[in-house]
């Protein structure tokens, strides 16, 4: 099944994780991927890895928390792909811990890489998408339930749903549709605590309805779907994919 054939889709901050996931994922759909990350021998190995499972990727590098190397990801991944269909905002960071003592530049920084990022791409993918395409914004359930110790996190994550609703609303017109993925706790990323420790995982797991923490690839096939024409009358919607985490938390306070 190939939903999104002869698609052209940017995914940043895909060098690992969920990002990773969904460059792959993307391409066995039929897209044409570019795989954007930070780190330049990260976007190389999983546009090789694309590529060696017979998928179409290139490479292009760059911090797309700074709004003109964001722009110049953007021109690249066009010049490289022909045009652009989709694109999936990724990049993210935890820092800062709780409220009471993140420091200015914490906050500054995460709420440039987690919630700027993603306008700065989006603003500079506009002028590639006159024929309409899809974006995908990578949030955090952390951003509709609220965790302790991460209150610019929190607060980054909620910023990236009013942004993509906000995009929804204005680009709607223009045929470009936004939505956001809200994915739960996910092992194997730099995020989650469970990716560290196994037992961890295990503990947390068990709060989760389905019984297990999420991984990159419970994430990604969403991500491929609201890419696709069968999402195209889904827009300014934030999907958890949390394992029913979310609908949990009430089960979780003291009888």
């Known amino acids: 099944?190939?939903?999104?054939?002869?698609?052209?889709?940017?995914?940043?901050?895909?060098?690992?994780?969920?990002?990773?996931?969904?460059?792959?994922?993307?391409?066995?759909?039929?897209?044409?991927?570019?795989?954007?990350?930070?780190?330049?021998?990260?976007?190389?190995?999983?546009?090789?890895?694309?590529?060696?499972?017979?998928?179409?990727?290139?490479?292009?590098?760059?911090?797309?928390?700074?709004?003109?190397?964001?722009?110049?990801?953007?021109?690249?991944?066009?010049?490289?792909?022909?045009?652009?269909?989709?694109?999936?905002?990724?990049?993210?960071?935890?820092?800062?811990?709780?409220?009471?003592?993140?420091?200015?530049?914490?906050?500054?920084?995460?709420?440039?890489?987690?919630?700027?990022?993603?306008?700065?791409?989006?603003?500079?993918?506009?002028?590639?998408?006159?024929?309409?395409?899809a974006i995908v914004n990578i949030s955090s359930l952390c951003g509709i339930h609220v965790a302790p110790g991460a209150g610019a996190y929190n607060a980054a994550k909620a910023a990236v749903i009013a942004l993509t609703r906000q995009m929804a609303l204005e680009w709607g017109p223009d045929g470009i549709r936004a939505n956001a993925v809200a994915p739960g706790i996910v092992s194997g990323t730099n995020f989650s605590a469970s990716s560290r420790d196994p037992q961890a995982a295990q503990r947390r797991g068990a709060a989760v309805p389905l019984g297990r923490t999420g991984s990159a690839t419970d994430i990604a096939p969403v991500v491929v779907f609201l890419l696709g024409d069968a999402a195209r009358y889904v827009t300014g919607q934030v999907i958890a994919v949390d394992g029913g985490l979310g609908v949990a938390l009430q089960t979780l306070l003291p009888a």
């Open 1 to 133: 099944m190939t939903p999104l054939v002869d698609g052209a889709v940017l995914v940043t901050g895909a060098g690992s994780g969920i990002g990773a996931a969904t460059a792959l994922q993307v391409a066995a759909a039929g897209a044409a991927v570019a795989v954007n990350d930070l780190d330049p021998a990260a976007a190389q190995v999983t546009a090789d890895t694309v590529v060696a499972v017979g998928g179409t990727a290139y490479p292009v590098a760059g911090d797309v928390a700074d709004p003109r190397a964001a722009a110049t990801v953007v021109a690249a991944a066009v010049n490289r792909l022909g045009r652009l269909t989709g694109l999936v905002n990724n990049v993210g960071v935890v820092r800062g811990g709780a409220l009471r003592s993140v420091s200015p530049d914490d906050w500054d920084a995460i709420m440039r890489i987690d919630c700027a990022s993603a306008l700065y791409c989006s603003q500079a993918a506009l002028p590639a998408m006159t024929s309409g395409g």
